[in-house]
């Protein structure tokens, strides 16, 4: 007998959450997080680096040293959960927001400031040479971190790719065809989405009607789940688990990650002309770093001495980074040729002697 | 060793790649079992399996993001777009990473991958499957825009544009696919990128085309011969980065020019030869160069693309209008 109104497909989407904003645990850690305060402390230190590093990009900004800067306040745990899950043979796919992953991979904070201060030295990354440079066409990165994943399985190497996404990036058909090949190729692909709810001026609530960016996923036969995105475990545990899976073959995952953009969009935006100050204060008490570290004080691993340490620490390395990008030897003008193709085309000789004869051959 | 068509030579260019180089793989629309709606890519999936040669989902925009993935990771894509007017979804990744990517990096990453298409009109195919928009790709920097317009040259250019470290975007013309054959060799000797081949030595008149339109362009330089006229025939090849070298050489010696192509004369890479020659050969000119070209229109359905294409009649015409002037000294 057929059940001619059978129901043939259903899903559901979970919401994972270990720590609360009060920084109270609501359920067990797994491993490797389980009692675990030298992995803490290393995720606090790569926070706090985060914030004061955007602290200190946007006052570069503010006094003319560097150009528009995407502000990270209070989305660092997303950038540095995910970073600290992936290992480092894998590839970081970014887009534009996500400086904490990549400081945790080992790009230098001078990159960070030569890239956004209009150099393109800032994306040599020497530390991590296969990661992608900052993407700022929305959604693209994803199907570049699919086509990564597909070259990690056609060389059947044990390698992931993880893909960052705004939530207006899920509007984008990149994303779906980039979900949609990762599923039917069951490619070592993570994609993440950093939902702050705001892409530019325009609201979550106008952007889709799916009551989560993460059920995208489940059209496109990934499996998907949305999680607590100022809860570091949260974000760690869930990018490792899926990653362990895509390396083991067991195809693509997508992590929605629930956060809140507190500050503008980029230096270039002024958020008080679309949204209330009240609904952004309001997020203030979910911060990240602070749920935290109010966990490891209640863990008696962490102390005022212990804060305020980190945090000469951090000022000193972010100073000493500051003081290498202003010394910076600027690259030669010629440089804008010299890296089109491998070799200069003999029609680009005749130009690139112009730039020469104005500009000289150094800076 | 029987002669073979272009769309042959690019099979058996393909092949040979696929063999020499276990980072090639090939991506497209139906080129698997299929063989490629031209059948381009023909038993290649049967010869080299179904890891090299994938037949994707259908999405345009997904085939220029993947490779551009793939090929930062070592590996040679060669995506095949199954009509030019298809390949727009790719725009984005073509424009703003492809071509980019080694600029924007130093060096550290690259995009060595060929996207084939092909394209031009004079199939009787339907809406969209004829328009010739190269100069969409020539204006891009960090590209490589390359059109063969023989069995000969679809092989030995293919073979440079898989192997060269930078993204080539390769233009197949579809009305020739099957037009002439020729004896190829599977030698694996590839013909040199950023250069223009002289087809046929000249004294009178040169002519500048590639694509379809070489041959249109061949059989008014037979007719000016039989007429005593002596044209030299320029096949650009690459049309991105052009070779005005020899172009500018060939004028040096004929004093005329007349360019040739099919795509719609605003903006035409046909504008681009032109200006160079009036920047670098005003002095050697007895003529103004004059292009013949598509028309700036929407490419007519197929009951009046050949009014649409460049006739032999209008270039002989074009070629007897330069070949009047005398240069007043």
């Not at chain 1, 393109?120 to 994943?149: K, M, W």
């Not at chain 2, 930078?166 to 002439?180: A, C, N, Q």
Request: with cysteine.
């Amino acid at each position: 007998m057929t059940d001619n109104n059978a129901v043939v497909a259903q899903f559901e989407i979970r919401y994972h959450q270990f720590l609360t904003k009060e920084g109270v645990l609501v359920q067990p850690l797994p491993e490797p997080l389980d009692n675990n305060p030298t992995l803490w402390k290393e995720m606090y230190y790569h926070l706090v680096r985060n914030r004061m590093f955007d602290e200190k990009a946007i006052k570069l900004q503010r006094t003319g040293q560097m150009s528009t800067y995407p502000s990270t306040e209070g989305q660092e745990a997303i950038a540095v959960g995910v970073g600290m899950a992936m290992h480092r043979e894998d590839v970081l796919v970014p887009y534009y927001r996500e400086c904490g992953a990549h400081l945790v991979r080992g790009v230098k904070m001078d990159e960070m400031f030569m890239y956004w201060g209009g150099d393109e030295r800032g994306s040599l990354y020497e530390q991590i040479p296969n990661d992608f440079p900052y993407c700022v066409p929305i959604a693209t990165q994803c199907l570049h971190a699919a086509g990564v994943a597909a070259a990690f399985k056609y060389k059947q190497e044990k390698r992931a790719a993880v893909s960052f996404i705004g939530d207006g990036g899920t509007s984008k058909g990149d994303f779906y065809e980039a979900m949609n090949v990762a599923g039917v190729w069951h490619l070592p692909v993570v994609f993440l989405i950093n939902n702050n709810q705001w892409a530019i001026s325009v609201p979550i609530s106008q952007q889709t009607a799916c009551k989560t960016l993460a059920q995208k996923g489940i059209a496109a036969g990934l499996s998907a789940e949305q999680v607590d995105g100022d809860d570091i475990f949260a974000v760690y545990h869930a990018t490792h688990l899926a990653l362990d899976r895509a390396r083991q073959g067991k195809g693509a995952h997508v992590i929605e990650a629930i956060t809140y953009r507190m500050g503008d969009h980029t230096t270039a935006d002024d958020a008080s002309r679309y949204r209330d100050n009240e609904a952004v204060q309001k997020h203030r008490d979910e911060c990240p770093i602070l749920r935290l570290r109010k966990f490891m004080e209640s863990q008696n691993v962490w102390n005022a001495a212990d804060e305020s340490a980190l945090i000469e620490k951090i000022a000193a390395d972010i100073e000493a980074a500051v003081t290498r990008y202003q010394q910076l030897t600027p690259c030669p003008v010629t440089d804008m040729f010299d890296y089109l193709y491998e070799t200069l085309p003999d029609a680009l000789q005749e130009q690139r002697d112009e730039v020469i004869a104005y500009f000289g051959d150094r800076s | 060793m029987s002669a073979i068509t272009l769309v042959e030579a690019v099979n058996q260019a393909l092949a040979h790649e696929l063999a020499r180089d276990e980072n090639v793989v090939l991506l497209g629309e139906d080129i698997g079992m299929n063989g490629g709606v031209f059948r381009a890519t023909a038993g290649l999936q049967a010869r080299f399996g179904s890891k090299r040669v994938i037949d994707t989902p259908l999405a345009e925009t997904m085939l220029g993001g993947l490779g551009v993935g793939m090929a930062t990771q070592g590996l040679r894509p060669v995506v095949e777009i199954q009509f030019m007017g298809f390949i727009y979804p790719a725009m984005d990744h073509i424009v703003n990473h492809a071509s980019r990517m080694r600029n924007r990096t130093r060096g550290r990453l690259t995009c060595p991958m060929v996207i084939r298409t092909p394209y031009g009109a004079g199939i009787r195919a339907p809406e969209h499957h004829s328009e010739s928009t190269e100069s969409m790709f020539t204006h891009i920097p960090g590209l490589r825009v390359v059109v063969p317009s023989s069995p000969f040259r679809a092989y030995g250019l293919l073979l440079a544009a898989i192997r060269d470290p930078d993204p080539v975007i390769f233009l197949e013309p579809s009305r020739i696919y099957r037009l002439i054959k020729q004896e190829v060799p599977d030698n694996g000797e590839a013909l040199p990128l950023d250069t223009c081949f002289v087809l046929k030595e000249g004294t009178d008149v040169t002519l500048v085309s590639w694509g379809a339109m070489m041959h249109e362009t061949l059989q008014v330089a037979q007719q000016l011969e039989n007429d005593g006229i002596s044209a030299e025939v320029i096949d650009v090849a690459t049309l991105k980065p052009l070779d005005m070298d020899t172009i500018l050489q060939s004028v040096s010696k004929t004093g005329r020019c007349v360019v040739i192509h099919e795509a719609a004369r605003t903006s035409g890479f046909g504008a681009e030869i032109a200006a160079e020659l009036g920047e670098k050969a005003w002095d050697v000119l007895k003529a103004p160069v004059l292009r013949v070209t598509g028309f700036d229109t929407i490419v007519p359905l197929y009951r009046k693309e050949m009014q649409y294409l460049p006739s032999v009649e209008r270039i002989r015409d074009t070629v007897d209008a330069v070949l009047v002037y005398e240069r007043i000294v």
